[in-house]
């Protein structure tokens, strides 16, 4: 793996003079910073000369390290280029290429753009972001400048699923993410638009560095590029960052697989803002799911590891306590074939039970487990997790987990929609004044008949007659009202969506905002009735244009008042 990285440092100091000192006085940085670079001394050549090669003793997070580098100057530029030959960071880089250049910008400051070209010298070796503190070296050299620091990082993740399906999911399938990654990311919800439009707003729930944070985002779709932007609006990132865009684009490559090419634009919002460091190893974290394959590197033999998996579960939850408090045979013993087992776990901080039927391939050295019961199986129709400790020279041993598990066709939605007119208005529309639809949007909805009960009532049934798509269509529901909350639960019963979903039911929650206006945060849980019903994303973008259309013919009623 490979990538760039960039970044622009204002400093006060003129150009010339910056690019004199990191081009011919290198001998004076230790005097200058010498907490950071303790020593430079020429190996081959003098201070000045193109091609010289120089050794620099620094420091790096508290660690004494040497880089031996051979530098290339550009005085037309005014750029400074290190290549790394050998040293600590050349034990886990192949390629180390900084270039520093210095660019005029008033009478008597400039920036300097650093550039970092790497290439890792094996697939485990860690990204070398914190080598990038080349550019805290100079920043804390000119902390005076106080100016606010802005970069670029890119790097590019190869994947083994197709160009298309990845960029499918990152544009129109942001809802499946819970489920793909739940380590990582908890929630998404839709502010504005839907889940594959353009300029749509969505707010993610996700975990970084241990904590649980939130990020607000409006996306631009290229869909001929395939890729998708991520504007930050909002939330814990943009605490500290005044920009903070991320871009995912999507590469076929020439035989299988794609590659993800990941950039990342910020700017700080002030001058001890951290770098967003780790926000970019999130995104470009490589336990993605790639066509339901995990690997995870592990240091003990795959002897070892398979054993332990295969015969003794019952010492897990004194081994790792914090995920599994218990592991009870049901039928057949510890290292049988197609014994039955029940895991007590705990999974997003919550409880859970797994039973599981086993299958065992002592010459593969591989586990199946099937799942029979449990919070799982509620969510998925088959679950089966394969586990396989093969030898490898490079990793020592791996553990290869392999997923395969068919959703159960049920599903949830949850978008919040900004309205003008008041929350109590809207709600009293919705609660006892369905009469008035066809003349308030009689584009889409034609008719309301109370079956049972009347306008007003808790447990009235009624029928809809509606437009979809172009099509006319008709739905029989049974609602439930909750005035404290000022809330409306429409329960399906019959009619032409009830044909494709065994449960379809909607939920308007009407809430007043601090000034004027309210939002209504619609809920749309639903279950297909067969294998090859759609999922019901349309009908989520008809109830959600019902909900704001409505909203003119609330503020028109407003202002007659």
């Known amino acids: 793996m490979s990538g760039t990285y960039v970044t622009d440092v204002p400093l006060k100091g003129s150009a010339e003079k910056h690019y004199k000192r990191w081009r011919s006085e290198n001998h004076l940085v230790p005097e200058a910073i010498g907490h950071l670079i303790q020593g430079v001394t020429v190996h081959d050549g003098d201070w000045d000369s193109h091609g010289t090669i120089k050794i620099w003793n620094y420091t790096r997070d508290g660690k004494e390290e040497v880089l031996k580098e051979r530098i290339e100057m550009d005085d037309e530029n005014m750029a400074v280029t290190i290549n790394g030959l050998d040293g600590h960071v050349m034990e886990v880089l192949k390629v180390y290429v900084t270039t520093l250049h210095f660019i005029p910008e008033s009478k008597d400051g400039c920036v300097c753009k650093i550039t970092m070209v790497w290439e890792k010298r094996t697939e485990d070796s860690p990204e070398p972001i914190e080598f990038m503190k080349s550019s805290e070296i100079i920043q804390k050299y000119y902390k005076k400048a106080g100016a606010v620091v802005h970069s670029t990082y ?6 083994k699923g197709s160009a298309k399906n990845h960029y499918k999911r990152w544009k129109s399938e942001n809802q499946l993410f819970p489920d793909a990654i739940g ?34 985002e409006k996306r631009e779709l290229d869909d001929q590029k395939m890729a998708v932007t991520f504007r930050g609006l909002d939330g814990h990132v943009m605490e500290q960052l005044k920009v903070y865009d991320v871009i995912f684009q999507f590469v076929p490559k020439s035989q299988e697989g794609c590659v993800c090419k990941v950039t990342m634009f910020w700017e700080k919002r002030y001058e001890d803002s951290p770098e967003p460091i780790n926000l970019f190893n999130g995104w470009t974290c490589k336990q993605h799911h790639e066509g339901g394959i995990i690997i995870v590197p592990l240091k003990g033999s795959a002897e070892k590891h398979y054993k332990k998996w295969r015969n003794e579960n019952h010492v897990f939850q004194d081994a790792v306590g914090h995920h599994i408090q218990g592991c009870t045979m049901h039928d057949g013993d510890w290292d049988s074939h197609g014994s039955i087992r029940s895991w007590n776990i705990t999974c997003d901080g ?25 919070q799982a199986m509620e969510k998925y129709k088959k679950k089966r997790n394969t586990w396989v400790f093969p030898s490898n020279k ?36 919705w609660r006892s004044q369905n009469n008035l639809f066809p003349d308030a949007i009689g584009h889409h909805v034609q008719g309301v008949t109370v079956h049972d009960g009347d306008w007003d009532s808790h447990g009235s049934i009624k029928s809809w007659n509606y437009t979809l798509d172009g099509k006319p269509e008709v739905i029989k529901e049974k609602r439930e ?26 939920i308007l929650q009407f809430i007043p905002k601090s000034n004027e206006g309210c939002v209504c945060k619609v809920t749309l849980i639903w279950e ?34």
């Open 154 to 159: 890119v790097t590019e993740v190869p994947l």
């Open 481 to 506: 009202i909750d005035d404290e909350k000022m809330a409306l639960t429409f329960r399906g019963l019959e009619g032409h969506v009830m044909e494709k979903y065994k449960k379809y039911e909607v």
């Open 528 to 561: 297909n009735r067969n294998e090859d019903s759609p999922e019901p994303i349309n009908y989520m973008k008809f109830v959600k244009s019902l909900v704001a259309d409505m909203d003119d013919h609330i503020l028109k009623g407003q202002n007659k008042a």
């Open 183 to 216: 380590h990582h990311i908890q929630g998404v919800t839709v502010h504005e638009g839907d889940w594959d439009s353009h300029g749509a707003i969505k707010s993610w729930n996700y975990t970084c560095d241990g904590k649980q944070e939130v990020f607000k």
């Open 350 to 374: 919550k409880p859970e039970v797994f039973k599981e039927k086993r299958e065992i391939d002592d010459e593969k050295m591989a586990l199946t487990l099937k799942g029979l019961e449990g």
């Open 394 to 429: 490079t990793l020592d041993t791996f553990q290869k987990k392999t997923i395969n598990q068919e959703m159960a066709m049920s599903g949830k939605y949850v978008a919040e929609v900004p309205l003008k007119g008041s929350a109590e208005k809207h709600y009293r529309r």
